[in-house]
């Protein structure tokens, strides 16, 4: 079995383990309290809370435990929005944050605030300049990611923090994907983070809000984590989340090294092995243990169960999967392909011959389940003549990838500078059928309302 | 060393920890994904889910598991407002509910509800008649500990959970201090509680919501747990908390009557053992592990000191400790002394050789602490008479437990049918004067306010 999904979750460091069973007999009690127990207890949270200050590079009264990533960053905007109530109710955050941010938009956004997402280009970089652009008088707070979680792209965090802080705007950074690997860079205000991304326990997240930085807890008050994470503390996940930064740290200079080279491999030798590949993300400025990709004609939770067969686990943004048929945010805001899509990252520690077995195996997979999806399809059946001789592909009905496999097979009966016109009423095909042109050189021309569904009007140029 | 402290945290059962360190294995994956370590981890939770569920007599999908007993609490509240915002924005809380469900009451009449705080008797027990005289038809919701977690009394929840069904509104209990001694009986419609209380790990809660009780979550939307409670499930803690609440249920008819034997023997023998000492809550009706008295004349956080010097760890609701100049508000609503309290809780498991020991210890502890708050205040310097001569003792700047020792120092002097006047401006004393009256037989006849502080007057009855 090889786990290769570790921006979902990484599995336990040893660190993380011992440090977690040790304070299971020591961490138990009450830190409030006056007792011998409750002493022993405050002595390992404030231990924890300055090792895990110094791995972050802030002061330790700077930095409170919450229960997860998720609650740090709506504890962190929440916190942050109110106490900035008077400058205004502007939120910015970019199109590729993760869904708990983005939620947390969404909260304010139904509580009547007002919210700007910051558009990526084509590897899911936002530009300091698109920040700086959208900064405004009223704007209370802005997000920003330091690195991707779908395609492990780094933000230019400094630059922007820079922008917000001569705005006099507070930025949050989730930290979520790169805490392990390394401090966050710049000038920045807030900062959220996950143990259970950086090999620490599930249970425990950290919030840091800089001094001088105006925050307002939201939600009834607790006196435990100085207000701002309410709720008995998790004494043995928060040690074993300090603990396991401080290791994953001490081995970050290395383990990226290798990582970066194994995800090199994967980033190189996919398109040259599985045909009608596209490799997404940014090829420098990216964290070392993540390399995605897109698969044309290839159905995604089809090919996570044929490679989970095959013993790999790794994770899709695909719009093809049971759980959603709304397409990866991050990929559409990219704008690149989502169909067929594989994330694969990497946890420390990873073996080379894992990688090498991925890359044997893969090309096989993928061909058996285009196949498996090819087959069936009539091609002629589905294909009219009408409208000024244009090749209308009636794909209404018919589920991701089917219609971008129903585009493939006419193309070739169109004559070069004449159109076809794809019929299709699957969400993910407004992603997928441009996608599929800007890799086919040919030329997407638009989209055309229709009775049901869209027609996406696509032109052979070659 | 004795840890008689299980009401703040129990020591972690030995099944909750075989649980939590087997499940670091295998549990540490994202139960939302597909591949076998995601199945596997969502196997385990719906185990775990079952489990709990059946403890508590309620559904599965009723069910789920929150990073905290608080965080139960403040999102079973909102989530209950919420959802019956069209009955209405008034909230029944009683008066001696933890601080999780006062705070949220607070947060909910900061954001323009209503709350009526329920009164209790002296022994901390509300009556079914005074929550149904509280109800009304813009009442959206009902809240009611099952026992009380500062002197154990038990809570009369099913005559409570009967009125208030019969006028359709929900009742939340608070089940934190009773779910490991067995289910909470009566037609409740939602229920909080926290594992790290029956000797489950910390960072664990649940959250039940019967069917058809209209529940809005409030917060950022999030898909795990139904969308009631956000953030990456921590599924160690939650395995081991399922496991140990079945464990401690399994043990429950036993060690109850044990533990109901010892603390049934602190209840009888403190009062012979240590003079000036109130036994609170009710005697019957009371969780087996609790027993709660308060000794006059002496200060708690010094008496904590002396216990923890001794080897016992407990804790106190009295006024005078560092944290704070505010008595308990639990033994405040009980209109019963607050000074030198002290809650004995007993873990399963404790031994009757350490309460012997405990027993033993006492009146000794006691009686230096007296002895040290005793000697060095002046008695005769304090006392002055004037207006109708009349007993005045000044107690201004003199902190928690010195105006009630002043007080009893001058008693003797007053003839019988006179009256003494305390002039006090420490907030304890307004609790703990007419406490003391009510110990001695003397009569409180009133407050008066002064220019600072206030003045007690006391009448000598005999």
């Known amino acids: 079995m090889s786990y ?47 090792a895990a200050a110094e791995a972050v590079g802030c002061r330790p009264d700077e930095l409170v435990f919450t229960p997860s990533g998720t609650r740090a960053v709506h504890s962190g905007i929440a916190g942050a929005l109110a106490g900035r109530r008077r400058a205004g109710h502007h939120l910015i955050v970019s199109a590729v944050e993760h869904s708990s941010v983005l939620h947390a938009a969404e909260a304010h956004h139904a509580g009547g605030g007002a919210v700007t997402e910051v558009a990526v280009d084509r ?10 652009e959208a ?23 400094a630059e922007v923090a820079e ?41 425990a997240g950290l919030l840091v809000v800089r001094k001088g930085v105006r925050f307002a807890p939201q939600g009834p008050r607790d006196e435990r984590e100085s207000g701002r994470a309410a709720g008995f503390e998790n004494l043995p996940a928060i040690v074993a989340a300090a603990a396991s930064l401080r290791a994953v740290r001490a ?83 990219m704008g690149v392909l989502s169909e067929g899509n594989i994330r694969v990252s990497l946890p420390p520690g990873t073996r080379e011959e894992d990688v090498e077995r991925f890359l044997a195996v893969l090309p096989e997979v993928v061909a058996g389940v285009r196949e498996k999806l090819g087959a069936p399809v009539p091609v002629r059946e589905v294909v009219t003549r009408e409208r000024d001789e244009a090749l209308v592909v009636d794909a209404l009905g018919r589920r991701c990838p089917i219609p971008v496999i129903e585009l493939a097979k006419v ?52």
């Not at 930290?175 to 259970?196: F, I, T």
């Not at 093809?320 to 559409?332: G, I």
């Not at 407004?430 to 569904?453: F, N, S």
């Open 251 to 333: 081995e970050a200079a290395q383990e990226s090294v290798r990582l970066r080279e194994l995800t090199e491999r994967i980033r190189a030798r996919v398109p040259r092995l599985v045909p009608d590949v596209e490799v997404v993300g940014d090829p420098r400025r990216r964290l070392p243990g993540i390399v995605t990709f897109s698969c044309l004609y290839v159905d995604g939770e089809t090919l996570l169960h044929e490679l989970d067969r095959t013993g790999f686990s790794v994770s899709s943004g695909s719009s093809c999967t049971s759980s959603t048929l709304t397409p990866s945010h991050v990929l559409r805001a």
């Open 163 to 203: 922008a917000c802080r001569a705005a006099g705007v507070p930025l949050l950074v989730d930290a979520a994907q790169s805490l392990g690997w390394g401090p966050v860079e710049g000038d920045w205000s807030l900062l959220a983070a996950s143990a259970h991304k950086w090999g620490g326990p599930s249970g």
């Open 411 to 462: 193309i070739e009966d169109v004559p070069v500078g004449g159109t076809v016109r794809v019929l299709a009423d699957d969400e993910a095909a407004r992603l997928d059928i441009p996608a599929w042109c800007e890799m086919r050189g040919q030329e997407y021309v638009g989209e055309e309302p229709a009775d049901r569904g869209s027609v996406y009007v696509v032109r052979r140029t070659g």
């Open 4 to 50: 290769f999904d570790a921006a979902s979750a990484a599995p336990l460091h040893p660190v993380a383990r011992q440090a977690l069973t040790a304070s299971l007999d020591e961490g138990w009690a009450d830190p409030a309290r006056l007792y011998r127990e409750g002493r022993r207890a405050r002595l390992l949270l404030d231990a924890a809370r300055e």
């Open 123 to 132: 590897t899911g970089a936002v530009s300091p300049s698109a920040y700086a």
């Open 135 to 157: 900064l405004r008088p009223d704007t209370a707070l802005a997000c920003l990611q330091s690195a991707n979680h779908e395609v492990g792209t780094v933000q230019p965090v």
